[in-house]
């Protein structure tokens, strides 16, 4: 690996996948500690309409994609607290919506033909050092919003009553959340892709639940955790000349499914061991 940073490709690659790692860290443990993975999978497939609308019309990625991604993740949080029991039905077809939209904006657009495999994986290889600053900015940005409002996030993952008597304005927070939460997607859609966005938000997180003890210590370890699926993934690609958002995801399953059967075999010793103990007796 030491030898692929001789090359600036490889350079920009390995910090994009690291700041992606500590914004997929941050933003995925909020996710998973509050339950809404299906609504983050469904941010990430909505906003290919945004990437529609940005190449028909000829508006700048970010703002046309933002913008679209923010709106149908608002709708889809508005869903979630007013319907919990049609969310699910409504953010798949918000999901497919968007995504259909995209598609058919980017076959009518004029002249341009887009790989949309580059928007699947992403391309994590080809990372202007301008993406770098602006996902850095946007990185500090969203830590300093997350450390500012830590308190009232802690009691809105765990106990949304507790963080009403709290005097947290817990619908509020919750928009805002959904809102960052989109903006994370989309600034890390156009880098690593959509399926590594969700392997990212979600795979580290679920890792590190079982051993964390706090909040906090969460996001360290989940970006942590996906920063090492990041560094292996691209040395493995470099090694064997494998399609890098691929491998990255592929290290990142590989150790969640490693990780279910060392949960299974340790609950299965335990039972047995508790099991041994009430013969004995």
């Known amino acids: 690996m030491i030898e692929a940073l001789?090359?600036?490709?490889?350079?920009?690659?390995?910090?994009?996948?690291?700041?992606?790692?500590?914004l997929c860290g941050i933003m995925g443990t909020l996710v998973v500690v509050n339950r809404i993975v299906f609504l983050s999978g469904g941010i990430a497939h909505a906003a290919y309409g945004g990437i529609g609308l940005a190449f028909y019309f000829g508006w700048p990625f970010l703002a046309g994609t933002i913008g679209f991604s923010l709106t149908a993740a608002l709708v889809m949080a508005a869903v979630t607290l007013k319907a919990k029991h049609r969310a699910d039905t409504i953010i798949g077809v918000v999901w497919a919506m968007g995504m259909a939209l995209g598609i058919i904006l980017l076959d009518l657009t004029p002249g341009y033909n887009v790989d949309l495999m580059s928007y699947l994986f992403g391309s994590i290889l080809t990372v202007p050092k301008s993406d770098l600053w602006m996902m850095g900015g946007i990185g500090i940005f969203i830590t300093v919003l997350v450390i500012f409002?830590?308190?009232?996030?802690?009691?809105?993952?765990?106990?949304?009553?507790?963080?009403?008597?709290?005097?947290v304005h817990v619908t509020g927070l919750y928009f805002a959340l959904i809102a960052l939460l989109a903006v994370?997607?989309?600034?890390?859609?156009?880098?690593?892709?959509?399926?590594?966005?969700?392997?990212?938000?979600?795979?580290?997180?679920?890792?590190?639940?079982?051993?964390?003890?706090?909040?906090?210590?969460?996001?360290?370890g989940a970006s942590m955790l996906g920063s090492f699926f990041t560094i292996t993934g691209l040395w493995l690609s470099y090694t064997f000349d494998l399609?890098?958002?691929?491998?990255?995801?592929?290290?990142?399953?590989?150790?969640?499914?490693?990780?279910?059967?060392?949960e299974q075999a340790r609950l299965y010793l335990q039972k047995k061991s508790s099991l041994d103990r009430k013969i004995k007796i």
């Open 149 to 167: 409002y830590y308190k009232d996030l802690l009691a809105l993952s765990y106990d949304e009553e507790f963080a009403r008597i709290r005097g």
């Open 184 to 220: 994370t997607i989309v600034l890390v859609i156009q880098v690593v892709g959509l399926i590594l966005v969700i392997a990212l938000l979600t795979i580290p997180p679920f890792i590190v639940e079982k051993y964390a003890k706090s909040l906090l210590q969460m996001m360290v």
């Open 243 to 262: 399609t890098s958002g691929a491998s990255i995801i592929m290290v990142a399953g590989s150790v969640f499914f490693l990780f279910l059967l060392i």
């Open 6 to 22: 001789q090359f600036e490709f490889m350079r920009n690659a390995l910090a994009a996948g690291l700041l992606a790692s500590v």
